[in-house]
């Protein structure tokens, strides 16, 4: 077994011979990061050999990804694998590959080789380490077909990056314990779907279906049986609740957690990431027979996507005291209301006014959640600092035109309304462009009632701006809704627009950002500073406690909301230790 002493007192020649066969036929790699040296945790040597990538030449990188074989390719065939990449083509199972599928991924390979240059590159080991599925290989092998060059190129490196990692883990005989527990329970909770799409083996999780009720019911068993909370509840909004005493039970807690509910054809990780995770930790201290000098109190809030019903935020929102019993009177698309729906849970809705936090009970709110983004992926980072989380604006509009014959009407006498949207997304996208950390999106566009040969006449859009502050925020939306009426007034239009949504920008406490700051420190990772661009049950408990976020690296260029949504092993041990950290922090200072 390599150890971190052994590779520190290495010369260049031994490092670079001890880590061999961790990226395929590339010594340069393990020669560059020796000069990195002394290497405190294994993290920060997976991070100085990544960084050694990153800095190379767009040629040595592409040297890099062409020293890999194909998947099930000649190498396979011939046996001229290194030990490693036979060992992973193994795992997956393609080196037992049926007629038709060994001659599908043969045209698959072809397919790719002509369209980008160089070989399809997978971590085969998969997420989790034990294998990809052979279905699961060739799916996403179709799909990434489809991908731009340079994205490709970039994959293809994050791909062997993961590759060396795992390789890395088998050398220093490192498992990454926590890190499987939470992925396992992403799992398992991900059994408990909506009928229509269980069938179909996707996620749907809303707010109080059976589904929702048996995952409560699977966090709540967790809590009690697994990891020794001292007390469990499901609260009269169904929020799953579980606290561990401190050393003294009177003691301040720290608030922590995220919800379980999901969108439609969900992903596994978003919100959930957020429970399983402190809940990993709580188990380690209650194994371990130790009380802090404060309690701790995980909670699984019930809602936070507004799928099943137009409010969002019912879990969170009701521990700030900001449940509007208004909302208790609308209904799903089924008609039941949700009074109806919290009834039919065993739940009483006289008891949700209870349920508001006395803030000086409680130290703060802390959150880890995957990063639903791109960032920290094309970084090459598994762990980012949230410095806040966006506010954001929404408004649906329609321009009217008139709408005439396409052919007859000349082009300096047409009231086009799609032009003028058209026009609309142009500018607002380039307005979002133009300060950090703003972002302006059209995301729906419609032309009611239209045809092939008709000039529209009307058009429905969207917007929604975001950004770190609420000045920031406010201040494109402006330019983009006086950029609309200077649109429509040159082009002879009508229009109307409507503010249907408005939340504030919620700033990290300084205090608590810092503690993540220090805590990822202790993983031998840089610190990645970076806002949130969705919203969180994080923002909601801002208006009455400090909060601070954790991102954690998502897979597939971190696509969320999707059934591609996905995280790895090994960064949700790093996710658990820093965690840990912060809480060691913690006990130092209360």
Request: glycine share 8%; hydrophobic share 45%.
């Amino acid at each position: 077994m390599l150890t971190l002493e052994t590779l520190n007192a290495a010369d260049e020649a031994g490092f670079t011979a001890l880590l061999d066969g961790v990226y395929e036929h590339s010594p340069w790699i393990a020669a560059r990061a020796w000069a990195k040296r002394p290497f405190a945790t294994l993290a920060q040597l997976k991070r100085g050999l990544v960084e050694a990538v990153r800095d190379a030449s767009c040629e040595e990188q592409l040297g890099l990804i062409r020293a890999h074989p194909e998947l099930a390719g000649k190498a396979m065939v011939s046996k001229t694998l290194t030990a490693e990449s036979t060992n992973e083509q193994n795992k997956a199972g393609l080196t037992n590959c049926t007629p038709e599928e060994f001659a599908n991924i043969q045209q698959l390979n072809a397919n790719y080789n002509a369209r980008f240059g160089f070989p399809f590159i997978l971590a085969v080991r998969g997420p989790r380490g034990l294998g990809l599925q052979k279905a699961e290989i060739i799916a996403t092998f179709a799909r990434r077909l489809a991908n731009g060059p340079d994205f490709e190129f970039a994959e293809a490196l994050r791909n062997i990056h993961r590759i060396a990692e795992i390789r890395l883990d088998d050398k220093f005989d490192q498992h990454p314990v926590l890190g499987n527990l939470v992925w396992d329970w992403h799992e398992q909770l991900a059994a408990h779907s909506e009928p229509g799409y269980a069938e179909r083996g996707e996620l749907c999780v809303t707010y109080l279906t059976e589904a929702h009720r048996a995952a409560a019911a699977q966090l709540a068993a967790w809590m009690r049986e697994d990891c020794g909370f001292d007390d469990v509840t499901i609260d009269a909004v169904g929020n799953v609740v579980g606290i561990y005493h401190g050393a003294d039970p009177a003691a301040q807690r720290l608030l922590t957690g995220s919800h379980y509910d999901t969108v439609r054809n969900g992903g596994k990780y978003d919100g959930r990431l957020g429970i399983l995770v402190p809940m990993a930790c709580v188990r380690e201290l209650h194994r371990q027979g130790k009380r802090l000098s404060y309690g701790i109190e995980v909670v699984g809030f019930a809602e936070e996507e507004g799928q099943r019903y137009k409010a969002v935020f019912l879990g969170s929102g009701a521990l700030c005291g900001g449940f509007d019993t208004n909302w208790l009177d609308q209904k799903d698309a089924d008609g039941v209301t949700m009074r109806d729906a919290i009834a039919h849970a065993g739940l009483n809705v006289n008891d949700i006014a209870a349920l508001k936090r006395d803030p000086s009970r409680y130290l703060g709110f802390v959150e880890t959640h995957i990063e639903q983004g791109p960032v920290l992926n094309d970084l090459d980072l598994p762990l980012g600092v949230v410095t806040s989380i966006n506010g954001s604006v929404r408004f649906v509009g329609e321009i009217v035109g008139v709408a005439s014959h396409a052919g007859t009407t000349p082009m300096a006498m047409r009231r086009d309304a799609a032009a003028a949207a058209a026009e609309l997304v142009l500018f607002a996208e380039k307005r979002g462009g133009a300060v950090p950390d703003l972002v302006a999106t059209v995301g729906m566009l419609e032309v009611p009632n239209g045809s092939i040969n008709v000039v529209p006449g009307r058009c429905r859009f969207s917007l929604d701006v975001r950004a770190t502050t609420n000045e920031v925020r406010d201040a494109a939306a402006a330019d983009i809704q006086a950029e609309l009426a200077a649109i429509c007034a040159r082009r002879g239009l009508q229009f109307s627009l409507e503010e249907t949504m408005r939340a504030a920008a919620a700033p990290c406490a300084t205090e608590w950002r810092q503690r993540w700051e220090r805590a990822v420190g202790t993983l031998g990772l840089p610190v990645f500073r970076m806002p949130s661009g969705a919203g969180h049950d994080a923002m909601k408990i801002h208006d009455i406690l400090p909060q601070a976020m954790l991102f954690l690296r998502g897979l597939n260029a971190g696509i969320s909301h999707n059934p591609l949504e996905s995280i790895t092993n090994d960064d949700a041990d790093l996710c658990v230790k820093a965690f840990q950290a912060l809480l060691d922090q913690l006990a130092t200072e209360f």
